[in-house]
């Protein structure tokens, strides 16, 4: 799923490109992707282009006539800017047609999540707004208010969008090892220094790989979006040796998801259960990175 950085290096390549510009067109190749009846997405065709914000995870244009078009990827939804020249390939979901180029939506699998939306007015955006603090704009004190107002584990407090927005399961584990704290740690139980740490871990983390996306594009169109980098420290590194202290990354899964960490840097060499193994396993399930190391 694209995340802070990935929308804000979005946002930044599409107002260089469409701030200015006329939306020509939207074509659609499914009606599901579109949630909203009033305005008709027709009311878009000829509107102006005058902005492009980042909500969280969506990113927004914001047309003449008051019209706001917003677009969340979900967990598989991609964007692409194909020149006037490139035929628009027919498995896109959305089409933006400008007389520069086309800004494309494409969604991979079958469960078809990604949304748009068009609404008239910043009201109408309020809908949308999930109440998360912004870690760049919040004080380590309202950091730590907000986690502690329910007590979640910390992973899942990073991830929930009501806490804290535009962070999802890749960069909260790097956040967390950055921060050598464990992702399963209650936030009730952690002390303050702990959320002085993982507020600048978080702002840290943000920060370098916005300006790391940011330079890989180059000016181009970001077109290698994804939630597996091969700089990240520990998401989708399982086996892989810690950056920091060489020990095999672990692993809880779960679902869809599965958080990553390094058990000697953040667990105190702890190994965390993972539900479906460790119930198969037992008593065989290995409790410390000695017993995994052989030690």
């Known amino acids: 799923m694209p995340e802070l950085p990935d929308i804000t290096v979005y946002v930044e390549a599409l107002e260089a490109r469409v ?44 047309l003449d006539d008051d019209l706001r078009l917003v677009m969340h990827l979900m967990i598989a939804g991609l964007l692409h800017w194909l020149s006037t020249k490139k035929r628009v390939p027919k498995t896109v979901l959305a089409a933006f047609e400008f007389p520069n180029g086309t800004l494309t939506l494409t969604e991979a699998g079958t469960k078809k999540r990604a949304s748009l939306h068009v609404v008239r007015g910043d009201d109408a955006l309020r809908q949308f707004e999930r109440g998360g603090l912004d870690v760049f704009a919040c004080t380590t004190a309202e950091f730590a208010e907000r986690a502690r107002s329910e007590n979640h584990t910390v992973k899942r407090t990073l991830t929930d969008q009501r806490m804290f927005n535009g962070i999802g399961n890749a960069y909260s584990d790097e956040i967390l090892h950055r921060a050598k704290l464990s992702p399963v740690k209650l936030t009730s139980r952690m ?9 600048e871990a978080t702002r840290a983390v943000l920060r370098e790989w916005v300006d790391r996306l940011r330079s890989q594009a180059g000016g181009d169109f970001p077109e290698k979006v994804t939630a597996f980098r091969p700089e990240m420290a520990v998401h989708g590194k399982y086996g892989k040796p810690c950056p ?11 679902a869809d998801n599965e958080t990553n960490y390094c058990p000697r840097c953040q667990t105190e060499g702890r190994l965390l259960a993972d539900r479906g193994l460790s119930r198969l396993l037992k008593q065989d399930w290995p409790r410390r990175i000695e017993e995994l190391e052989g030690g």
């Open 191 to 199: 002390a303050d220094d702990e959320y002085a740490r993982l507020h």
């Open 19 to 62: 701030v200015g510009q006329p939306l020509n067109v939207v074509n659609l190749s499914t009606p599901f992707l579109l949630r909203t009846v009033e305005p008709p997405l027709a009311a878009v065709a000829g509107k102006r282009v005058t902005a492009v914000r980042r909500m969280a995870k969506r990113v927004v244009l914001v």
């Open 244 to 254: 920091v202290c060489a020990t095999a990354v672990q692993r809880i899964r779960y």
